[in-house]
């Protein structure tokens, strides 16, 4: 597939939305021309403006010129944002993306218009160096279209396509996700200095230490008990290490904090 001839119009142009304009860019899915970029406050984007994007503060003008339309605001902005641009939409023309977490396809075509074709996406912020986990949905948006917007965001990421009730299932497993692991880091690098390390010393080991243990599951395909059990001898020190954590509740907190990030999730949009 080649270049995407049509033109696209980012609406809330915060770290998500400049990402996956500059992911764009970047891979040459489109020119840096037929991006329009929307922000409230202009002053944010004058330098994306200097790098040949287009940039707007007024949302229904860019949706007017705009083929693809990416809603990249928060859930509790997202219904003065839809009441802004519903009178210029066209449902024969227009690709409406929604990052909006917890917002369903139906609750944007009950605004928008009930044809147009509406899909969801929830990538994370490792967007920002095109590592993204994106999750791509849509209740009945055309097979073409689905296409077309997994490889807009495989420009930054990885992406999966999944059915569209577990989208605030991936919110809490992917974008709420990598606080979680970072976390998990941050918690490894504390032992490290605790153990005796510098405090620089111990997050530089404990960060690649994490990155060899994702990139080994990712070039070995292999399950994480699988490469947990070639590190862990009989009456070892790191099998040790593993059960007085597990004893204190390791697994079963992670397991407790994405059940109830799933919930408030799909919590934070509301209809009125």
């Known amino acids: ?6 033109k696209i119009a980012i609406l809330g142009s915060g770290n998500i939305g400049i990402s996956l304009a500059k992911g764009l860019v970047k891979a040459n899915y489109v020119p840096a021309g037929a991006i329009t970029l929307t922000r409230r406050t202009l002053s944010h984007l004058t330098g994306f403006a200097n790098l040949g994007y287009q940039i707007s503060a007024d949302n229904a003008a860019a949706v007017a010129a705009a083929d693809v339309i990416v809603l990249a605001v928060l859930p509790q902005q997202l219904n003065q944002l839809m009441e802004q641009i519903s009178g210029v939409i066209d449902i024969k023309r227009h690709l409406v993306i929604s990052v909006a977490s917890g917002v369903s396809c139906a609750a944007i075509r009950e605004k928008l218009g009930e044809q147009l074709e509406v899909i969801r996406a929830m990538p994370n912020t490792a967007i920002a160096i095109g590592q993204s986990m994106t999750c791509v949905a849509a209740d009945r948006a055309s097979a073409e279209n689905i296409v077309e917007v997994t490889r807009m965001f495989e420009t930054v990421g990885a992406v999966v396509k999944i059915n569209e009730d577990l989208m605030t299932a991936a919110t809490a497993l992917c974008a709420c996700g990598i606080a979680f692991f970072l976390r998990g880091i941050r918690a490894a690098s504390q032992g490290g200095v605790e153990i005796g390390f510098h405090a620089d010393e111990a997050l530089k080991m404990a960060v690649q230490t994490a ?4 990139d080994l599951l990712l070039q070995m395909q292999s399950h994480p008990e699988q490469e947990i059990d070639k590190v862990t001898s009989p009456k070892g020190c790191t099998i040790a290490g593993l059960n007085e954590m597990e004893h ?16 408030k999730a799909g919590a934070l949009y509301t209809k009125e």
Not at 1 to 6: D, H, I, V
Not at 211 to 214: D, E, L, Q, W, Y
Not at 248 to 263: D, M, P, V, W, Y
């Open 1 to 6: 597939m080649g270049q995407f001839t049509g």
């Open 248 to 263: 204190n509740g390791f697994s079963s907190s992670l397991i407790k904090g994405i059940k109830l990030s799933a919930i």
């Open 211 to 214: 990155k060899g243990a994702a």
